[in-house]
């Protein structure tokens, strides 16, 4: 998190500790999780380790950054539709618009 990225996951899953088989997550930052700018965000990465006890699995995601450049990050900025939602037709989305109709 010291460098560009937003935020970071790892889980980790399978017989870390005893018999059963368990999940680990570590969460740091900020996480998408849903859309079109996970896909462009996110990237990820799952590895799988076989050891004497069984299999443990590695899924590790990092949120990258806008970047102009695109040297770090993306370079288009995804539009959030919770920014554009807010206004409808010019006005706030509280207040009444004559050519809406609501249902």
Not at 6 to 28: H, I, N, T, Y
Not at 33 to 46: L, N, Q, S
């Amino acid at each position: 998190m010291e460098s560009v990225a937003k935020g970071c996951e790892v889980v980790v899953s399978g017989k870390l500790r005893g018999q059963r088989a368990k999940s680990m997550k570590f969460v740091d930052g900020l996480m998408i999780h849903t859309g079109e700018p996970k896909r462009i965000y996110v990237d990820m990465a799952v590895r799988h380790v076989l050891l004497r006890q069984g299999v443990l699995g590695f899924k590790v995601k990092i949120m990258l950054p806008h970047d102009p450049q695109g040297k770090v990050g993306h370079k288009e900025a995804v539009v959030s539709t919770q920014s554009t939602a807010l206004y409808v037709s010019g006005k706030l989305r509280g207040q009444r618009a004559k050519s809406m109709k609501f249902v």
